[in-house]
């Protein structure tokens, strides 16, 4: 099922509506799984040879791993969904609401680089209103995302980002000026 959930990610043809179908075809899975290691604990509990087989005691704890990823793997479905609906509604991950905002994603690119983004706007307006204009477009906005949670000095994010060369030249003549 998460198989052919991230085709459409790739170019796969599943709507919105597979999707989910999925996504609650993996909850059920996971109820019965969860279901059936509380009836498996509850024998163990009760059961003072099963308690003494450390194979036994294996097994239980490698079914508590399967159901910890089962339950990622669901997580990871509704998120991806999650954002197939924003991208099918328009919006894409923190995509301004109005053209005139400014892109959540942009906003926090700026704040790592040093950039203001109210003296930016003000003072190169027209390279501004480019970059704004391109940041909600962009089709590495998860990437961009991941990396400014996770690593936001990182440069990797100059490789993919269509403001990189902009921003870049931002940086370098605002601190020129100071």
């Known amino acids: 099922m998460l198989e052919r959930a991230v085709e459409p990610m790739q170019g796969g043809g ?40 450390r194979w036994r005691q294996r097994q239980l704890h490698s079914i508590s791993e399967q159901l910890a990823i089962a339950r990622g793997k669901r997580t990871s479905l509704a998120r991806m969904i999650e954002n197939l609906m924003q991208i099918d509604n328009g919006r894409s991950i923190g995509n301004p609401s109005t053209p005139d905002e400014v892109d959540d994603l942009l906003r926090g690119r700026m704040k790592i680089l040093g950039l203001d983004v109210d003296a ?3 003072e190169f307006r027209e390279v501004f209103d480019k970059i704004r204009k391109n940041c909600p477009r962009c089709g590495d906005r998860e990437a961009c995302a991941i990396d400014l949670r996770h690593d936001p000095n990182a440069l990797i994010w100059e490789a993919y980002c269509p ?3 902009l921003l870049n030249a931002l940086v370098a003549v605002t601190e020129a000026v100071s």
Request: no cysteine; aromatic share 0%; proline share 0%.
């Open 14 to 53: 599943l709507s919105l509506k597979e999707l989910r179908h999925d996504l609650d075809q993996t909850r059920g899975v996971i109820d019965i799984l969860e279901r059936a290691s509380q009836e498996l604990t509850t024998i163990v509990d009760g059961d003072q040879a099963i308690r003494r087989n």
């Open 120 to 122: 930016t706007a003000r």
């Open 163 to 165: 403001n990189s060369g």
